[in-house]
């Protein structure tokens, strides 16, 4: 049993590690992505600094299954808002929202990431969160944190609650 609990918090420990070590892409226009079927993928583009500039939903899965009109919408915002990146979340959906977005023909080169999910419902449901987006409701929200963590993953991952 303790060299079990050694090995686990050793491997926890590791995680955590690549985590918080992880490179911030920088000061770039990003369009955060968290994936869903039924409810659909919950989209956000932040400008440069981080801040939340446009929000909307997209369909590209079943069961409503739009993947044309999602595709003109995702084209549209990246030219809009000049979109530099993509953080989709790496939950529910994620990797067929990665295949939707990696064969979609955009006219700007953007850079697709998948980054971790973990804590983002957490900060998304915090009073830290409801201050800063309070017109906004929790999905908004965790798609923002999906996207400022691939901006600055120390940064966005400090405002969890460690419990």
């Not at 918090?9 to 490179?23: D, H, K, T």
């Not at 997209?58 to 009109?69: F, M, Q």
């Not at 923002?144 to 419990?163: N, Q, T």
Request: overall charge neutral; hydrophobic content about 40%; aromatic content about 6%.
């Amino acid at each position: 049993k303790e060299q079990a609990d050694d090995e686990a918090i050793r491997v926890f420990a590791e995680n955590l590690r690549q985590l918080l070590l992880a490179p911030p892409l920088g000061q770039k226009r990003v369009m955060g992505i968290d994936p869903g079927f039924r409810t659909g993928c919950k989209v956000v583009c932040l400008d440069a600094q981080g801040n939340l500039v446009h929000n909307e939903n997209i369909y590209p899965h079943p069961p409503v299954d739009k993947k044309t009109e999602a595709a003109s919408k995702l084209r549209k915002m990246i030219e809009a808002y000049k979109i530099e990146a993509i953080a989709i979340g790496n939950g529910t959906a994620s990797r067929e929202t990665e295949n939707f977005v990696t064969h979609q023909q955009f006219d700007r080169p953007v850079q697709v990431f998948v980054v971790s999910e973990q804590g983002a419902s957490i900060y998304s449901a915090s009073k830290t969160a409801r201050d800063e987006f309070p017109d906004y409701d929790v999905t908004v929200r965790g798609a923002v944190s999906i996207a400022r963590r691939l901006m600055d993953p120390l940064a966005e991952l400090v405002k969890i609650d460690p419990k």
